[in-house]
């Protein structure tokens, strides 16, 4: 009887301890990891669309999580590639909710994986498996009403035409 008692405690014991090694948190993203998101994106898509003079990326977090060493953020991505001749315009680029990893190694983050949803009529679905589901709806949300995105991009842009 009494054994069987111990290995109860034991095995609640592992259960708890298992369970909270795998705990997440919000993490607040600071402005290294904003750095990294944004360069990635730039250069995960240099080679897909059109070549233009300057790209610039910027992102709307919804929420972290960090679990171990990685951080995952929920983000909305808007890219956009611009010429000195046609000034603030945009030439090509995308507007697409992303889930990002940034590994955290030696105080440094590197990415470790990037998603995004599938385009057209899985695009919905997609987004609720890549996403927890208050973000995802977050997300659907701002689909087409992120305005304050394009006028960062546009400043973005606007001080780089004044170098």
């Not at 609640?12 to 600071?30: D, F, H, K, R, Y």
Request: charged share 25%; proline share 2%; glycine share 6%.
């Amino acid at each position: 009887m009494q054994s069987g008692f111990l290995r109860m405690i034991l095995i609640i014991g592992l259960l708890t301890g298992c369970n909270a090694m795998n705990q997440s948190s919000a993490v607040e993203v600071t402005s290294e990891m904003h750095e990294m998101i944004s360069t990635y994106i730039i250069q995960s898509y240099e080679d897909v669309y059109p070549k233009t003079d300057k790209q610039f990326e910027v992102h709307k977090v919804y929420g972290t999580k960090k679990i171990g060493d990685i951080t995952t953020v929920y983000l909305y991505s808007l890219y956009s590639g611009f010429n000195k001749e046609t000034k603030t315009e945009g030439q090509s680029g995308h507007l697409v909710p992303a889930v990002i990893k940034l590994k955290n190694e030696d105080g440094k983050y590197v990415v470790s994986s990037y998603k995004e949803p599938s385009d057209g009529d899985d695009f919905k679905n997609t987004l609720y498996k890549i996403f927890p589901r208050k973000y995802a709806a977050q997300a659907l949300e701002d689909t087409g009403n992120l305005a304050v995105l394009h006028e960062e991009l546009e400043r973005k842009a606007e001080a780089w035409l004044k170098q």
